[in-house]
C-alpha cells in the first residue's frame, strides 16, 4: 500500500454497519484505507484501543442566526465551531432566516459572510416565513441552486409561524424543486389560547411555558404537518419530536409508506418540566419548544427510537446567555411568553446520547453512529461524503473513550453561552480526539482549528427526499 498522509492505529472502527478492529488511513482529507495494519504513513496516531467513530453529523442547530429586530444569537460560527469539534460533532446544518415582508437572497448573502469563518464544515436549511410569489417564483430557485435543499417552517411562533395555505405552498415548491421540507410541529392559535388564560389567571413564571403548549399541540401540528404533505407528495422531517403522541402519528404514517422522518434532541431525552419550575428565573434556563416532558415520556421517546420511528438525534442549539442584553431576560421580562426559546447543546449532543443510550444499555454502538452521524448525513443529502468511515468518505473522526466519566459543566461546552442546562450531569463515554477532513481540531478539549477552514457543503437532489409518485386521484395540485 502506498504511502499515506496519516494512519489511526489500533483502534476500534464503530459506524453504523458494526465494529471492527482496523487502522485507518487518510489522505487528501479522505479515508483511503480500512486495514488490520498500515505501517507506512507520514504521520501516525496511535488509537491505543479508542473507539474510532464518524465525526458527529448535527443537522439541526442554530448559528449565529440573525434577528428581526437587529444582531444575530450569540453563538458565533467560530464559538460553535468550538462547541461542535469539543463535543465529537464536526459538520452541521444551521438555517438562513427570512423575515416575513423580506426576501431570501439578502439574508442569503449576510448568512453565508458569517459562515466564512466557521471551522466545522456546513450546510443551510432556508427558513421560509413568508412564501410571496416573488420568494417562491424568484428567489427560491436561486438559493436551491447554491445547494441548498432543506426548507424549514415553523407552524408556531410570532413571527415566523406559517398557515396552512403558506405550508402548501412552501410543500408544492420544495416538490418542485427537489427540496426536503422541516416543520416545527406546534399549534399556533392553542398556545396562544392557552398562554392567554394562563396569563389571565397570573400564571406568568417559566413553568407555565410547558402548560402552554402540552403534548397535545404537539400532536395536533405532527398530525396536520404530514397530512398537508401527504396531499402533495412531499417528504418531511418532523423537527424535535418531543413525545410519544406526536411520534405515533409519523408512525403511522410510515407505516402508510409516507415520506416522514422524525428527529428528537436530548433535551427530550434527559430534561423534565420540573426543571423549569426552578427557583425564581432558574427554570428559563431549560426553556425550548416543544418544552421537555418526563421521565416516563423519556423512555417512551426511546421506544421510538428504538423502532426506527425517530431516526436522527440533533441538538437544537438554539442557544441565549442567561444573564445579559441577549439573554433571556432579553424582552425585559422574565414572563414566561416573552421569553426567547431555546438551549444550547451542541457539545453535549453526541456524550449524552452515547451515555444516556449506549453506556447505560438503550442503545447499540452501531444505533449510536446512526443516530448521530449516518443518519443526519443521509436525511440531509450529506451521505456518503460525512457520517460514515468508508473508502471516500471525508477523513471526519472522532476518537471516543466509551469508559471517560466526565461531569458537564458550561466550560466544558466551549460554547458562546454562560450556560449549560446539563450543568453537573455525569456522562461516560467522551471524544478525547477529533479530525476533520484529516486534520486534528481537537486534543484532550483542546480545540486548534483555525477560523475560516470549515467549508460549505452543497447539496444536490439526492433519492431518499424524491416524492413517491402517490397523489390523491392521481393529480398534481401543484399551484
Ligand atoms: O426552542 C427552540 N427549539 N428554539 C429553537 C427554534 C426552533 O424551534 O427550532
Ligand atoms: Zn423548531
Ligand atoms: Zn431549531
Redesign the pocket.
Known amino acids: 500500500m502506498a504511502e499515506v498522509e496519516l494512519a489511526i492505529r489500533g483502534g476500534v472502527v464503530v459506524t453504523a454497519e458494526g465494529m471492527q478492529r482496523a487502522d485507518v488511513g487518510v489522505s487528501g482529507g479522505r479515508v483511503v484505507a480500512l486495514a488490520e495494519s498500515i505501517r507506512d504513513a507520514r504521520r501516525i496516531v496511535e488509537a491505543d484501543g479508542l473507539w474510532v467513530m464518524p465525526g458527529g453529523v448535527d443537522s439541526h442547530c442554530h448559528i449565529e442566526e440573525p434577528q428581526p429586530g437587529g444582531g444575530a444569537n450569540e453563538e458565533s460560527f467560530v464559538t460553535a465551531s468550538r462547541s461542535a469539534f469539543a463535543g465529537g460533532t464536526t459538520s452541521a446544518v444551521c438555517f438562513v432566516p427570512q423575515w416575513k415582508g423580506g426576501g431570501l437572497l439578502e439574508r442569503l448573502a449576510d448568512y453565508e459572510a458569517r459562515a466564512r469563518h466557521a471551522m466545522l464544515d456546513h450546510s443551510f436549511h432556508q427558513i421560509i416565513t413568508d412564501p410571496t410569489e416573488r420568494v417562491i417564483e424568484e428567489e427560491l430557485p436561486q438559493v436551491v441552486a447554491k445547494g441548498i435543499r432543506s426548507l424549514k417552517v415553523?407552524l408556531t411562533y410570532e413571527p415566523l409561524h406559517v398557515s396552512d395555505a403558506e405550508y402548501l405552498r412552501v410543500l408544492a415548491a420544495a416538490r418542485k424543486h427537489q427540496c426536503l421540507v422541516t416543520v416545527?410541529c406546534e399549534n399556533y392559535d392553542a398556545i396562544n389560547w392557552r398562554i392567554r388564560a394562563l396569563l389571565a389567571a397570573g400564571l406568568t413564571a417559566p413553568k407555565y411555558h410547558a402548560w402552554a403548549r402540552p403534548p397535545v399541540v404537539e400532536r395536533e401540528a405532527t398530525h396536520r404537518a404530514i397530512a398537508l404533505a401527504e396531499l402533495l407528495d412531499q417528504p418531511i422531517q418532523i423537527?424535535?419530536v418531543s413525545c410519544a403522541e406526536a411520534a405515533e402519528e409519523i408512525a403511522r404514517a410510515q407505516a402508510r409508506g409516507v415520506k416522514v422522518w422524525g428527529e428528537t434532541c436530548p433535551q427530550y431525552l434527559t430534561l423534565t418540566a420540573a426543571h423549569m419550575d426552578r427557583p425564581g428565573f432558574e427554570g428559563a434556563k431549560f426553556m425550548c419548544?416543544p418544552a421537555p416532558r418526563d421521565a416516563a415520556e423519556h423512555e417512551r421517546v426511546w421506544e421510538m427510537i428504538r423502532r426506527g420511528v425517530l431516526d436522527v438525534v440533533s441538538s437544537d442549539h438554539c442557544a441565549f446567555s442567561f444573564e445579559g442584553p441577549h439573554g433571556k431576560r432579553q424582552n425585559g421580562t422574565e414572563r414566561f411568553d416573552l421569553v426567547p426559546n431555546g438551549i444550547p447543546g451542541f457539545a453535549a449532543r453526541l456524550p449524552l446520547l452515547f451515555s444516556e443510550g449506549v453506556s447505560k444499555g438503550r442503545l447499540t454502538p452501531e444505533q449510536f453512529v446512526r443516530l448521530g452521524c449516518s443518519n443526519p448525513a443521509r436525511m440531509m443529502g450529506l451521505w456518503p461524503r460525512k457520517g460514515g468511515i468508508h473508502i471516500g468518505a471525508d477523513a471526519d473522526i472522532a476518537l471516543w473513550d466509551p469508559a471517560r466519566e466526565r461531569v458537564l459543566s458550561n466550560a466544558l461546552m466551549q460554547h458562546a453561552i454562560d450556560y449549560t442546562p446539563y450543568e453537573g450531569m455525569t456522562v461516560k463515554g467522551w471524544p478525547v480526539r477529533v479530525f476533520r477532513r484529516g486534520e486534528e481540531v481537537m486534543r484532550e478539549d483542546e480545540v486548534t482549528a483555525a477560523p475560516g477552514s470549515g467549508r460549505f457543503l452543497p447539496r444536490a437532489p439526492y433519492p431518499l427526499i424524491a416524492p413517491r409518485g402517490v397523489l390523491p386521484n392521481g393529480f398534481p395540485a401543484a399551484g
Request: glycine share 0%; charged share 0%; aromatic share 40%.
Open positions: 415553523f416545527h423537527f424535535h419548544s
